[in-house]
């Protein structure tokens, strides 16, 4: 299973930018589908999590960005909105699931991460 993450770049304090990742390959379901990010020397946060039903958003997300999942096409978003230099990252796209294996008893659980895409937020 592969992931593919567009729509990093730079923009100003204030505005807004969305990130989507498509989930590709021998997929039988998808659990989860989260973002996380990363700054260098630092370890990689969770910004959001889609799964079970339900989002999560770390404290810094709250209210500023909205995961949200097209289930058809395999893609989680993550809409960010007022981003501030503090959200300049890396971002990473992350999935789980089962890929179809042999059959009903001999499914193959599957945990992948995309290549990351810049962010980076000017004052």
């Known amino acids: 299973v592969q992931l593919v993450e567009i729509g990093g770049g730079g923009v100003q304090a204030g505005e807004s930018l969305t990130l989507s990742c498509a989930a590709s390959?021998?997929?039988?379901?998808?659990?989860?589908m989260a973002w996380y990010r990363q700054t260098p020397g630092k370890e990689r946060d969770l910004v959001a999590r889609d799964g079970d039903g339900m989002s999560c958003y770390a404290d810094s997300a709250k209210g500023r960005f909205n995961i949200s999942r097209d289930n058809a096409k395999n893609t989680v978003y993550l809409q960010m909105d007022n981003l501030g230099p503090g959200d300049t990252a890396v971002y990473y796209c992350?999935?789980?699931?089962?890929?179809?294996?042999?059959?009903?008893?001999?499914?193959?659980?599957?945990?992948?991460w995309g290549q990351g895409t810049q962010v980076t937020v000017s004052s």
């Open positions: 390959g021998n997929i039988f379901r998808i659990d989860t």
């Open positions: 992350n999935a789980d699931g089962v890929e179809p294996g042999l059959g009903p008893f001999f499914r193959i659980p599957f945990d992948t």
